[in-house]
Each structure stands twice: as C-alpha cells, then as structure tokens.
C-alpha cells in the first residue's frame, strides 16, 4: 500500500474528515490533502507516527473510560 493509502486510511478509520484530522494531527489542511491526493509525498515515517498517536490515544480513552 502506498503512502498516500496508508494515511487515508488511517483518516478514514477515526470517523474524521479532512479537517478535523488536520486539526487534530496538527497538519495542515492543504498538505493532508496532497498527500492523500498523492500530489506530495511526506517522509516515510509520518504514517507510521499517525498510527502511533492514533493508537496511543485509543489506549488512553480506553483506561481513562475505567
């Protein structure tokens, strides 16, 4: 799967839009949608830090829900 997949998809599997994800992630609008578009390429490692932060905040809500 290419970059441009992986971070859709990531996208994708919180429920959120462009731009609550951007706002969430700290990414600008604009950029996310390059990089989903496949226009722009980001380095190799952001998609997996999104996933990380992603699942960091899963496993967080999901002790602070105990």
Same mark, same amino acid.
């Given at each position: 799967m290419d970059i441009a997949n992986r971070i859709k998809? @990531? %996208?994708e599997s919180t429920g959120m839009n462009r731009r609550?994800?951007?706002d969430?992630?700290?990414?600008? @609008? %604009?950029?996310?949608?390059d990089?989903?578009?496949?226009r722009r390429t980001p380095p190799?490692?952001?998609p997996r830090l999104l996933?990380?932060?992603?699942?960091?905040e899963e496993l967080v809500g999901r002790e602070e829900d105990k």
């Open positions: 998809n @990531l %996208r609550e994800f951007s969430h992630a700290g990414i600008p @609008l %604009r950029t996310l949608e990089w989903e578009a496949g190799e490692y952001v996933a990380y932060m992603l699942k960091y």
